[in-house]
């Protein structure tokens, strides 16, 4: 046969992608489903070998050049700490949704759609592993387009439920397309000037010849990037397809954007604020850290107090997403070792936590048909696990001691005090923790301590197929808030390495 | 150069007047035309700019493929777009200015438009395209090495060459060799003294370089060196077919006849289509399999063949075309093709390569093994661009059910 | 100076293109248009790339004149990078544009309408409806009235009321 562990990283990618093609013939019924978890399942397995080959390797760095051509001509998949461990969540988070979906897509999904919609959500998912481990700059476009154009679908299948799907999905397409296409604009700008495309190579080239980080063509390709990069990883001023998104979406596409897409974006930036253009230029000569800490505190804030006045829970957690993005972005435009680790942690904490939140959602909607608070009343009587669940999700938002969540807020208040100017934005961090706990409050009290509707249908537990992959994630959540010494050693390597390249 | 600017000014001005037409009329179908014209008059900029298969692909996608789909939208569509209560939107105008400039202050550092010497030029394209092509004539098949040639020295490469410096960062030798030389952008005869620099355990160009077989350079870019980005492009077509499927089709009720317009009782339309849609279908196939010696390819063709069966079913119906390529057929042929691309790279795989190194496929040849990946991959990208289209049109023309 | 004004002036008329289609796209309520609009600004974006590989006294990339060999043509050859790169991209746009003229057919049945604003109106008015029959339970459950007449009057003038409140929508 062939070596599966010399071939790794392209086999992350490419089963998926066969597989993908041929779920379609799976026919209707369970089979789509069963078959996609089985991909998806295989895929996880195979992340988990690569994050240990990437951790035994004397460089900490796989490469695998497709085609066997030299990776200054060809494209290359380097894989490094940072990639390997989000590679884990996005495959990790794309299992344990699959196995969700079983349930809730047959409710929301027309069954002769079956099999085209798990493809579809197959093929999502290979465009965001493809994002996270390729080396090439124009190979990260191409796989951010099957990415995009996959989850517009997904998102608009909630057709069937809510109209404004459509909506939401048209609007995240235009919006999206742009984000796209600034992000080619900023890629050509760059191939014009290193006369090359591979990551690594352009990052030398910049950095080597004189007088190239000045010119103001570089200065330009950054700025159209960061904004591209902006809108896919929907910061402040640019996340405007998001609420609607997530809110009208099927209840498992929610749960699997939410965990993944934004992060993939955020993976992005990371590839090239770090990375190509380096931490000197990106954080020292622009103005970057300003810029950004100014939008994602904003966020952090609007979305926050907005979300406080939601009705439409899906409507609330996806501003709360925003928000969570906004701490995310605060680490990182730090450019510190405690900044950066404290973006990538929450990465890991954020996709745990808002996945199983989403997931919650779901089954409450698949047991009620509506997600608003006034379903809610009553349900932590009648549906304990499901509400336990959220309650614990909430406060890992909140950033409660004992969660995932502090663990990576402790992060990011040490990021911000270790620069002198930055001390604002740890009370921002707080401020946005505060915001958090009210409107989980609302929930929790709608849900222990107010009585359900009179006319309220009798409900019971939601499905165990709906269960067990939400307590996973709430579970692992917890876990790696009290026991923190994996992650803190992944993201501080990882942080450490970005940092590095200068 | 003085010829292409001349001629690249006046059609750019076309194209702008067209773009700006396009933005402000009011009617949807005018739009859609003027559309079908500026995609056309792009393709004209391209062709003077000496871009064949780009141009080719623009013309069949953009003039003709979106012109289709537009329309077969449109027909479901009001006819006029609302009237504005102003005529000028001030934000947008503004964030529009705003990008505009910053964009033409990053001009200011570019190199000149044609300038040979930019770096895209002479830093990484030359080694690629330049290697061993010396062994080229017009026939296909394994050519002689030169006297004294190692053919196996290239496959397990130990970084003793001559007159490439040993430090990495010293690259001077490389702008003298080429450029000095040769000129750039040409295709080298091979002669010891320059032997391209790369790194150790990597094969180049096997001497029975595959340059031979496909002299179009752009294909040999797209299936080979960058094989794993058309790849995706492929599952990027593939998956817009399916969402449309996903979102548009309907199920098909037992009995229920489509319904449809066709135009039969036109004598020209059904005699002229009845004669042209053999052509078109055999000059589908002819770009696609050509696309490696000249302008095409797998997508161009593709589009081609596609075109021609939506003639078929805009003359005779698509109960017609239902007959010919029932919806199952196509379905699964969409699949197919992806399959046949990732497949072939999967072959590699099992034949001892890395994914997508078609080299693998033939190891007394390499060069053949190259070529017959290539070949395999562009049919693969055009059977699946050709059904993808297809069943595009369709669902975009199914009629309303209530 | 001069000379390289001339050498770039084709880069400014790229950008001019580009920010027509942006404008469409932002601009224009007409879904249709913005579709269409968007399709310009990529196809500027192209246009951009292409204008990467010219080189003066080149040709196309296409190898057909060498025999025996020998070089028969003595210029050089374009560079075919950017075209592989732009070749992919139109695909990717043309395959966007078809999901999104799937998304407008399908808003077309549901809504009624393809212009933006009016749909986002009927949006606000799903989002008031959804909010204003949340308020209604509320005030039905508070005022524990045990008739149905009472029920519903209480729901209607509460539904009144619900559409007087802005609504929690941002």
Redesign the interface.
Same mark, same amino acid.
Request: charged share 10%; aromatic share 8%.
């Given at each position: 046969m062939f070596d599966v562990q010399a071939n790794l990283p392209v086999l992350i990618v490419t089963i998926p992608l066969i597989g993908g093609i041929l779920t379609i013939l799976t026919g209707r019924g369970w089979k789509p489903w069963a078959w996609a978890t089985l991909l998806t399942g295989t895929i996880f397995y195979l992340t988990l070998r690569l994050i240990v080959a990437v951790w035994a390797s004397k460089t900490g760095i796989v490469s695998y050049e497709l085609g066997n051509w030299p990776r200054q001509w060809g494209i290359e998949y380097r894989v490094d700490a940072l990639n390997s461990f989000i590679l884990c969540i996005v495959a990790g988070v794309g299992f344990l949704t699959t196995i969700y979906a079983k349930c809730s897509v047959e409710k929301e999904v027309p069954a002769d759609r079956h099999n085209f919609f798990y493809a579809v959500w197959v093929l999502a998912l290979c465009g965001l592993l493809g994002i996270t481990i390729t080396g090439d700059a124009f190979n990260v476009y191409v796989l951010l387009e099957i990415s995009s154009l996959t989850v517009y679908a997904l998102v608009a299948m909630g057709k069937d439920t809510h109209r404004g799907a459509l909506t939401a999905s048209l609007r995240y397409l235009i919006l999206g397309s742009v984000g796209a296409s600034f992000i080619l604009l900023g890629i050509g700008y760059l191939m014009m000037i290193t006369g090359t495309l591979n990551m690594q190579d352009m990052h030398d080239r910049l950095h080597s010849v004189p007088g190239i980080l000045q010119s103001k063509t570089v200065l330009v390709a950054f700025a159209f990037l960061v904004v591209g990069l902006g809108i896919k990883m929907a910061m402040f001023p640019l996340h405007m397809w998001l609420p609607r998104a997530y809110t009208y979406a099927p209840s498992a596409v929610s749960a699997l954007l939410s965990a993944t897409a934004t992060k993939v974006g955020v993976y992005m930036t990371f590839r090239f604020l770090f990375t190509i253009f380096g931490v000197g230029f990106s954080f020292m000569t622009m103005p970057t850290t300003w810029v950004l800490a100014l939008c994602a505190s904003a966020g952090i804030i609007v979305t926050g107090v907005t979300a406080l006045r939601q009705t439409n829970l899906k409507r609330m957690l996806a501003y709360s997403s925003v928000g969570q993005l906004g701490y995310i972005i605060l680490g990182f435009s730090l450019a510190n070792v405690n900044g950066v680790a404290g973006s990538v942690a929450h990465i890991l904490n954020h996709a745990l936590m808002k996945g199983g939140m989403f997931m919650a959602l779901g089954a409450v909607f698949y047991r009620m048909n509506r997600v608003d608070l006034r379903s809610v009343r009553g349900l932590g009587r009648r549906m304990p696990f499901t509400m336990a669940a959220f309650v614990l999700g909430g406060l890992g938002l909140v950033g409660f001691p004992l969660t995932a969540g502090f663990i990576s807020k402790w992060y990011l208040v040490q990021g911000c005090l270790d620069r002198p100017h930055m001390w604002p934005l740890a009370g921002v961090v707080l401020v946005g923790s505060l915001l958090a706990v009210v409107y989980t409050w609302r929930v929790v009290e709608a849900a222990y301590f107010q009585e359900p509707d009179p006319g309220a249908p009798p409900v019971t537990e939601a499905p165990t197929l709906m269960l067990v992959p939400m307590w996973i994630l709430i579970g692992a959540s917890v876990y790696f808030g009290i026991d923190a010494t994996g992650t803190s050693k992944i993201t501080v390597t990882a942080a450490k390495a970005l940092l590095g390249g200068s | 150069?003085t010829t292409?600017?001349i001629i690249?000014?006046l059609l750019?001005l076309l194209?702008?007047a067209t773009?700006?037409a396009?933005?402000e009329v009011r009617s949807?179908y005018a739009?859609?035309m003027l559309?079908s014209v500026?995609?056309l008059l792009?393709a004209l900029?391209?062709v003077n700019?000496?871009?064949?298969?780009?141009a080719f *692909?623009?013309a069949a996608? &953009?003039g003709g493929?979106?012109t289709i789909? #537009?329309i077969g939208?449109?027909v479901?569509? @009001?006819r006029e777009?609302?009237k504005?209560k102003k005529r000028?939107?001030a934000?947008?105008?503004i *964030?529009?200015?705003l990008? &505009?400039a910053?964009?033409?202050?990053?001009? #200011?550092?570019?190199?000149?438009?044609?300038? @040979?010497m930019?770096?895209?030029?002479?830093?990484?394209?030359p080694?690629?395209?330049s290697q061993t092509?010396?062994?080229?004539?017009?026939t296909k098949g394994k050519q002689p090495a030169p006297e004294g040639f190692d053919p196996y020295a290239y496959r397990t490469f130990n970084g003793a060459v001559q007159g490439i410096p040993k430090d990495p960062?010293d690259t001077a030798w490389r702008e003298t060799s080429i450029i000095a030389q040769r000129?750039?952008?040409?295709?080298q005869?091979l002669t010891p003294g320059h032997e391209p620099h790369?790194?150790a355990g990597?094969?180049l160009h096997p001497p029975d370089d595959f340059?031979g077989h496909i002299?179009?350079?752009?294909t040999s870019?797209?299936a080979?060196?960058?094989?794993?980005?058309?790849?995706?492009?492929t599952?990027?077509?593939?998956?817009?077919g399916?969402?449309?499927?996903?979102?548009?089709r309907r199920?098909r009720r037992e009995g229920e006849a489509q319904k449809s317009a066709p135009m039969t009782d036109q004598v020209i339309l059904r005699v002229v289509t009845k004669m042209s849609i053999p052509f078109i279908l055999l000059f589908g196939l002819y770009v696609i399999t050509h696309g490696e010696?000249?302008?095409g390819?797998g997508?161009q063709g593709g589009v081609v063949l596609a075109c021609g069966f939506i003639l078929f079913a805009l003359v005779f119906g698509r109960p017609a075309l239902y007959r010919v390529l029932p919806p199952r057929v196509t379905?699964?042929l969409t699949?197919v093709g992806?399959?046949i691309y990732?497949?072939t790279?999967?072959a590699c795989?099992?034949f001892?390569?890395?994914?997508?190194?078609?080299?693998a496929l033939n190891a007394a040849s390499p060069g053949e093994g190259e070529a017959l990946g290539m070949t395999l991959v562009e049919y693969g990208v055009g059977i699946t661009?050709s059904m993808v289209m297809l069943t595009?049109f369709n669902?975009?023309a199914e009629e309303?059910s209530k | 100076m001069t000379a390289s004004v001339l050498g770039i002036y084709n880069y400014w008329i790229y950008v001019l293109l580009m920010m027509i289609g942006l404008y469409g796209v932002i601009a224009k309520p007409n879904l249709i248009k913005q579709a269409i609009a968007l399709g310009l600004f990529q196809t500027g974006i192209f246009l951009y790339y292409i204008s990467m590989a010219v080189i003066d006294g080149g040709t196309a990339p296409v190898w057909t004149t060498i025999q025996d060999g020998a070089q028969k043509f003595e210029g050089p050859y374009d560079n075919p990078l950017p075209h592989v790169l732009i070749l992919t991209a139109i695909v990717v746009s043309v395959s966007v544009l078809a999901v999104a003229l799937a998304l407008i057919i399908n808003i077309k049945r549901r809504y009624g309408t393809i212009e933006a604003d009016e749909i986002d109106e009927i949006d606000q008015a799903d989002r008031l409806a959804e909010y204003a029959a949340g308020q209604a339970f509320d005030a039905a459950d508070e005022a524990e009235a045990e008739a149905q007449p009472a029920i519903r009057a209480a729901a209607a003038a509460a539904a009144h009321a619900g559409h007087a409140h802005p609504g929690s929508h941002v």
């Open positions: - | 150069m292409i600017v690249d000014t750019l194209v702008t773009a700006i396009i933005i949807l739009s859609a559309t500026y995609s792009m900029v391209w700019m000496h871009s064949m298969d780009v *692909t623009e996608v &953009g493929i979106s789909l #537009l939208t449109l479901h569509l @009001p777009e609302k504005l000028l939107h934000p947008a105008a *964030t529009c200015a990008a &505009g910053a964009l033409i202050y990053g001009t #200011l550092d570019m190199p000149n438009f044609g300038d @040979p930019a770096p895209i030029h002479h830093y990484r394209v080694e690629m395209m092509v010396g062994f080229i004539n017009q960062t000129g750039i952008m040409v295709p005869v790369h790194e990597h094969h340059n002299p179009n350079s752009v870019l797209l080979g060196y960058r094989g794993y980005d058309t790849m995706f492009e599952t990027v077509i593939f998956t817009a399916v969402s449309l499927i996903m979102l548009l199920p010696l000249g302008p390819g997508f379905d699964v699949g992806v399959l990732s497949g790279g999967a795989l099992f001892g390569g890395k994914f997508l190194d078609y080299s661009v595009i669902q975009l309303q | -």
